[in-house]
T-cell receptor
């Protein structure tokens, strides 16, 4: 079975541009979470979606938004890119949002903002 | 406010010996803990988890210990293998905030042949 897939793998953008990152969860998983990992730090929670509804949001500005589609895939959108948005963006899927659900991560999208 | 801390940025051990990775947390609401391993250019891979109702969980060469009174957990790898060389993250979650994992900064483990 395929794991979590993300596209693209790498992306270079300039300040002020907009970016869309995509994620496909493990088959049968209905929940998708997004994390940002800056070099030298652990992943930081951005969003969680379940059944197309936002179930959790981290401490990120409104420039960050996401959505989940009927097939449970998800998009993360970032507007008005800043240099500080350069990071590895990780998507994780889980069966649901139940307590103690293990989240399984994709390989990430590495975003560089110039 | 770093709620989950891994105070050792790096650890080096000899192949065949025990690796002990440590993690401290400050939020007493955390009641589920996980360890992930991350190789360069890959996403984190789930290793092992533990609920706060337990103080130990084993899976093969990996054992996680939880000391709730000290708000401390550790991951033991025995015996260590060169393929275990990676960055290890501990993460925590709370029943009140399902789906949100709080990660430590990571510890880079190097296992020397």
């Amino acid at each position: 079975d395929a794991g979590v897939t993300q596209s693209p793998t790498h992306l270079i953008k300039t300040r002020g541009q907009h970016v869309t990152l995509r994620c496909s969860p493990i088959s049968g998983h209905k929940s998708v979470s997004w994390y940002q990992q800056v070099l030298g730090q652990g992943p930081q929670f951005i969003f969680q979606y379940y059944e197309k509804e936002e179930r959790g949001r981290g401490n990120f500005p409104d420039r960050f938004s996401a959505r989940q589609f009927p097939n449970y895939s998800s998009e993360l959108n970032v507007n008005a890119l800043l240099l500080g948005d350069s990071a590895l963006y990780l998507c994780a899927s889980s069966l649901a949002t139940a307590y103690q659900e293990t989240q399984y991560f994709g390989p990430g999208t590495r975003l560089l903002v110039l | 406010d770093q709620q989950v801390k891994q105070n050792s940025p790096s650890l080096s051990v000899q192949e065949g010996r025990i690796s002990i990775l440590n993690c401290d947390y400050t939020n007493s609401m955390f009641d589920y803990f996980l360890w992930y391993k991350k190789y360069p250019a890959e996403g984190p891979t789930f290793l092992i988890s533990i609920s706060s109702i337990k103080d130990k969980n084993e899976d093969g060469r990996f054992t996680v210990f939880l000391n709730k009174s000290a708000k401390h957990l550790s991951l033991h790898i025995v015996p260590s293998q060169p393929g275990d060389s990676a960055v290890y993250f501990c993460a925590a979650s709370a029943m009140s905030n399902t789906g949100k994992l709080i990660f430590g900064q990571g510890t880079t483990l190097q296992v020397k042949p």
